[in-house]
């Protein structure tokens, strides 16, 4: 479980991202993260796998308070965490199997990891996972020929590579096509479902989000203004997460 409590981030300048964020995502479940541009989402993703520091609050998961690790820890912590990127993060000059390898570097030595020196079961684990994620004929396709739906189920594939308990999607569908789309949320769908992963993810489509979402968060300004399951959000609920003043109570 992944509980968030009391979260709050300032930038420079005194913008306030996060305003006392709290919430809970459970395994096995689909939460999907949205609001209107601005309202906190990524600053949330970044600050559950640390890339940012929070002013305050907590952080739970797998039973640690993820803000008060030590860098050793905070790596640890990381390796179970996978990320999805809208932009990809892939090494476009590398094959697919190649980046799906990428993904397991934590577990290997600093000279095995730039030397690529993969094991026969790890190269056997990367074809599984392309296979899974319905690339098994791109296998050793480079990266910079594959169109975008195809390199967001490689981006899939290298984030299991990890083995993570949860993953973290940053917009992972904001760059594609209708059909692209559908099959980058029935992946992820299917991974909290049979895998009973942690699926956490940010979205601006919310037609989708209901669609594909078991618990979801509504950000307003900072705030979180809806915390449910996704066939509760109202017509009403979605006009006040997108609501253009700031957070309002009534």
């Known amino acids: 479980m992944l509980e968030v409590k009391q979260l709050t981030k300032t930038y420079d300048g005194g913008k306030r991202s996060l305003q006392d964020v709290s919430f809970t995502a459970q395994p096995g479940e689909v939460t999907v993260?949205?609001?209107p541009s601005g309202a906190g989402k990524t600053t949330l993703l970044r600050s559950i796998n640390q890339l940012i520091t929070d002013d305050s609050g907590q952080i739970r998961f797998d039973d640690q308070d993820i803000c008060a690790l030590n860098k050793r820890d905070l790596k640890h912590i990381r390796s179970k965490i996978g990320m999805i990127f809208?932009?990809?993060?892939?090494?476009?000059?590398?094959t697919t199997i190649e980046n799906?390898?990428?993904?397991?570097?934590?577990r290997k030595s600093t000279i095995a990891g730039v030397l690529s020196l993969y094991t026969k079961q790890e190269k056997e684990e990367a074809l599984q996972l392309i296979d899974e994620v319905g690339l098994k004929d791109f296998a050793f396709q480079y990266c910079s020929d594959l169109s975008g739906g195809q390199k967001q189920?490689?981006?899939i594939a290298r984030s299991l590579?990890?083995?993570?308990?949860m993953i973290l999607c940053d917009e992972p569908i904001a760059s594609l096509d209708p059909k692209s789309t559908i099959i980058v949320m029935d992946i992820l769908k299917k991974l909290a479902k049979k895998r009973g992963m942690l699926v956490l993810i940010n979205?601006?489509?919310v037609d989708i989000a209901k669609e594909y979402a078991d618990h979801i968060i509504g950000l307003?300004?900072?705030h979180i203004v809806f915390d449910g399951p996704?066939?509760?959000?109202?017509?009403?609920?979605?006009e006040r997460i997108y609501r253009d003043s700031a957070f309002v109570t009534s």
Do not use: K
């Not at 590579?161 to 308990?165: D, K």
């Not at 996704?230 to 979605?238: E, L, T, Y």
């Open 33 to 35: 993260i949205i609001g």
């Open 86 to 94: 809208q932009n990809y993060n892939l090494i476009e000059s590398l």
């Open 100 to 106: 799906v390898l990428h993904g397991g570097l934590a």
């Open 153 to 155: 189920r490689v981006g």
């Open 161 to 165: 590579m990890q083995h993570p308990e």
């Open 203 to 205: 979205l601006h489509q």
């Open 220 to 222: 307003n300004d900072g």
């Open 230 to 238: 996704a066939d509760q959000a109202s017509s009403q609920d979605i």
